[in-house]
């Protein structure tokens, strides 16, 4: 039975599509968006480049449109973006 005065775990941010993103990490290789997808370097996204949100996946990845690519990441990898003006 679960205490209730335990503290709950914190829950990952809701992201859905069209929410400006950044990545917390830069993480080890970057994963296409694309039908035949494929691994790329990490440094084609900079921890402070801006992506967009533009899919849900499975299994908490979301397709993230970036600069130079879309590309899949974990809702973990990732923090919202107040968007300016």
């Known amino acids: 039975m679960p205490n209730p005065e335990a503290s709950p775990e914190p829950t990952a941010q809701v992201m859905a599509i069209g929410m400006a993103v950044r990545l917390v990490q830069a993480p080890s290789y970057l994963k296409t968006a694309e039908s035949m997808p494929m691994l790329r370097p990490p440094d084609l996204v900079d921890t402070t480049e801006l992506g967009q949100v ?5 299994g908490g990845l979301l ?3 970036f600069r130079r ?6 809702a973990a990898q990732l923090e919202r973006v107040k968007p300016e003006g």
Not at 54 to 58: E, Q, Y
């Open 54 to 58: 533009v899919g849900l996946r499975a």
């Open 69 to 74: 690519g879309t590309f899949l990441l974990d």
């Open 63 to 65: 397709a993230v449109r």
